[in-house]
């Protein structure tokens, strides 16, 4: 049983930066990727960001500049600084968590960039 609570999203201007949160707790034994999916009404989910245990990162194109993806181990916490936020970046942000061949996701929390 693995439980990722998310915390930092709400609303921002466009041009404004915003910094996620996702703790995990459980049974955390071996994780792997940590990182973030988003999903707006009438949109496919998508990779935001993901961060391997060694600190590799990917980023979808929509986003790479201006988001940065970042664990720590210690604490079992991936973040996502987001800067120069424009309003297609307004969804829910879902946390993940890969172990053991399983993903485990967040409750989702809004991000709304508007001005």
């Known amino acids: 049983q693995v439980q990722l609570v998310e915390s930092g999203g709400g609303l921002v201007q466009p041009g404004g930066s915003l910094r996620l949160s996702c703790a995990a707790s459980?049974?955390?034994?071996?994780?792997?990727?940590m990182g973030w999916y988003r999903q707006t009404p009438g949109k496919q989910r998508e990779l935001v960001a993901h961060?391997?245990?060694?600190?590799?990162?990917n980023y979808a194109d929509s986003v790479k500049g201006r988001f940065t993806v970042s664990r720590d181990n210690a604490k079992v916490t991936v973040y996502l600084q987001m800067n120069s936020l424009k309003p297609e970046d307004t969804a829910v942000y879902y946390c993940?968590?890969?172990?053991?061949?399983?993903?485990?996701w967040g409750q989702g929390t809004q991000v709304t960039v508007s001005s």
């Open positions: 961060i391997t245990r060694g600190g590799s990162t």
């Open positions: 993940i968590l890969d172990q053991r061949g399983r993903r485990y």
């Open positions: 459980g049974s955390i034994f071996s994780i792997n990727t």
